[in-house]
């Protein structure tokens, strides 16, 4: 998968998960102050990362990211290495 249909990808869950729309989302974008992301909304984002690209997300990986992109680069080298399973988050039943 290449980065802009990743980019795509990853807007669309953010959307879903916040019910906005982001007009100019872009990498440089902060995750907490440009789309005002509270650490639930960043682990709900990860849960629906896993669960749709199949890879593994741990909470070390989680408090480094700041930006659009650097989430980005995160899926995409869990992608390209293969590191997938079971997801490390789960939401309660």
């Known amino acids: ?12 869950i953010l959307e879903d998960n ?3 729309k982001y007009p100019d989302f872009d990498e440089t974008l902060d ?3 440009g789309l ?3 650490s639930v909304d960043m682990v709900s984002v990860v849960i629906d990362m896993q669960s749709r690209f199949n890879v593994e997300v741990g ?3 989680l408090e480094k990211l700041t930006t659009v992109g ?4 995160l899926l995409e080298a ?6 997938s399973g079971r997801p490390t988050f789960r939401r309660a039943a």
Do not use: I, N
């Not at 650097?70 to 680069?73: G, K």
């Not at 869990?78 to 590191?83: V, Y």
């Open 1 to 12: 998968m290449d980065r802009r249909t990743l980019t795509q990808e990853l807007q669309a």
């Open 18 to 20: 916040r019910g906005e």
């Open 31 to 33: 995750l907490r102050t």
């Open 36 to 38: 005002g992301l509270d």
């Open 59 to 61: 909470l070390g990986d």
């Open 70 to 73: 650097q989430l980005l680069d």
């Open 78 to 83: 869990r992608l390209e290495s293969g590191e």
